[in-house]
């Protein structure tokens, strides 16, 4: 059986502070086969990696992102309490494309478009893709199922995956309906009866998340998931025999 695909979830974020330059970079080192990340849009209208609306959680700022310009944005300090990262500034989603160009990963793009819809942010995150050459290294994911579709609208050629958490039923048959290539459960989906069977029947391809523990990913590869987004490649990457 083939081993799954190892994407780090925001970066090496269990090693490095999540969704920073830093935390990609040692996803690449820790062998990875791609990252994901988040994306929200700043006051004057710049793509930026971050998890959350409000820089409070991950900075030593506070408030929303969609508040600031990328220049204020700077000046604030995302090591989030890991002094080894002191002084790491939030990154640019253009800078993330230019640090892992070399690298070969691919980029799970996840669209925070729940709780801001961020008008426009569909049309300027492919804008950017396809201008540095990555569309056909990157997955754009979101909770918010019209964000995919309105990529997909824009740009066929785009490979998408719905985001959801625990319970929902159908989701293969919706996924096929929609066109989509893959799904993004949280990982407790995959224990429901025919859920792999149907997720091969349609092509869809299962991208889980968050998989942390050793016993979990051991169930992924057994239930022959694409890949798991993780916060500790190495771990993975070992597991799984990678290198
Ligand atoms: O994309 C997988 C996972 O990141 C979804 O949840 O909250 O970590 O963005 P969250
Ligand atoms: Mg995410």
Not at 59 to 84: H, V
Not at 106 to 132: A, C, D, M, S, W
Request: glycine share 8%; proline share 5%.
């Amino acid at each position: 059986m083939n081993s799954p695909l190892v994407w780090a979830h925001r970066g090496a974020s269990g090693y490095a502070p999540e969704n920073t330059l830093p935390a990609f970079k040692l996803a690449a080192e820790m062998g990875a086969d791609g990252v994901e990340l988040d994306v929200q849009l700043t006051k004057d209208g710049v793509i930026v990696v971050c998890h959350d609306e409000r820089i409070d959680r991950t900075s030593n700022g506070a408030g929303f992102i969609r508040d600031y310009t990328l220049k204020e944005l700077k000046e604030f300090d995302f090591c989030n309490g890991n002094i080894a990262y002191e002084g790491t500034k939030i990154p640019t989603m253009e800078e993330v494309f230019d640090l892992l160009e070399p690298t070969g990963l691919t980029i799970n793009i996840e669209l925070k478009t729940g709780v801001y819809f961020y008008p426009g942010i569909e049309e300027q995150i492919l804008e950017l893709t396809k201008r540095k050459g990555w569309l056909d290294r990157v997955i754009f994911s979101s909770f918010n199922h019209y964000s995919i579709m309105k990529i997909k609208e824009l740009e066929p050629a785009a490979l998408t995956g719905f985001l959801y958490a625990d319970g929902t039923l159908g989701m293969p048959g919706y996924a096929a309906e929609n066109e989509v290539n893959a799904l993004h459960p949280a990982l407790y989906n995959l224990q429901y009866p025919d859920y792999m069977d149907d997720c091969n029947m349609f092509d869809i391809d299962v991208n889980v998340w968050t998989v942390n523990s050793e016993a979990d990913l051991i169930k992924c590869r057994d239930y022959g998931v694409n890949a798991v987004i993780t916060n500790y490649p190495e771990k993975a990457v070992k597991l799984y025999s990678r290198n």
